[in-house]
């Protein structure tokens, strides 16, 4: 799995995240903490999808999901710590 693409795309991902639930370009006030408790869940979700595509012999779309989950993941617990 290519490790720059991965990391490519969790950028984009929890950027993407940052300016859409964070930012206030987009919302006058930001979202609760809680909010982030459904990203893991998602972030768990695109996780075991990439080792499920990995395992079953389509390597191309592994990347893509784990720089989902790990940009989402990455994001939510950022939020909550941080919050």
Same mark, same amino acid.
């Given at each position: 799995m290519p490790l720059g693409r991965v990391l490519a795309i969790a950028l984009a991902v929890a950027a993407?995240? !940052?300016l859409m639930?964070? /930012?206030?370009?987009?919302s006058a006030e930001p979202r609760p903490k809680l909010m /982030? %408790?459904? %990203? &893991?869940i &998602? /972030? &768990?979700v695109f996780g075991l999808s990439a080792w499920a595509t990995h395992v079953a012999g389509q390597a191309a779309r592994a990347p893509l999901l784990a720089g989902l989950s790990l940009g989402l993941g990455a994001y939510a617990v950022a939020? &909550?710590? !941080?919050g």
């Open positions: 993407v995240c !940052w639930v964070d /930012s206030g370009a987009f /982030s %408790m459904p %990203m &893991l &998602l /972030s &768990l939020r &909550l710590v !941080w």
